[in-house]
């Protein structure tokens, strides 16, 4: 049984982080944080396919992270501390979880995964 993907509307991208996400194609956005950020910094989500993708690849030598999740439940801000990030439950027949990725006041990445 497939459950809805609940995200934000563009507007409270535009009220959290001061940018508008990018259409792509009908029912996909992405969010170029680079405007924003130090660091090249790309996080899409498509609501049709339940899907959201992360392509950070920090400017101090880092290596690229690439994250691709299937079965997105629901696309959330989340705004306390002097802290915003961006929050995604997922879930497929074989894996539950979250992930964070904190834009401000710096940048971090954060999964929890659980394999059913």
Not at 46 to 55: F, G, P, Y
Not at 84 to 103: A, C, N, P, S, Y
Request: glycine residues 6%.
């Amino acid at each position: 049984m497939r459950s809805e993907f609940t995200t934000p509307s563009p507007q409270e991208f535009v009220d959290a982080f001061g940018i508008e996400p990018t259409a792509e194609g009908e029912h996909g956005y992405t969010l170029h944080l680079s405007e924003i950020t130090d660091q090249e910094l790309d996080f899409s989500y498509n609501a049709i396919t339940q899907s959201v993708a992360l392509i950070w690849a920090p400017k101090a030598g880092g290596f690229p992270i690439r994250i691709h999740r299937e079965g997105a439940t629901l696309l959330r801000i989340h705004e306390e501390s002097q802290k915003t990030k961006i929050v995604v439950d997922f879930r497929t027949e074989d894996t539950i979880g979250h992930m964070t990725l904190q834009v401000f006041p710096s940048l971090d990445f954060d999964e929890e995964t659980l394999i059913t």
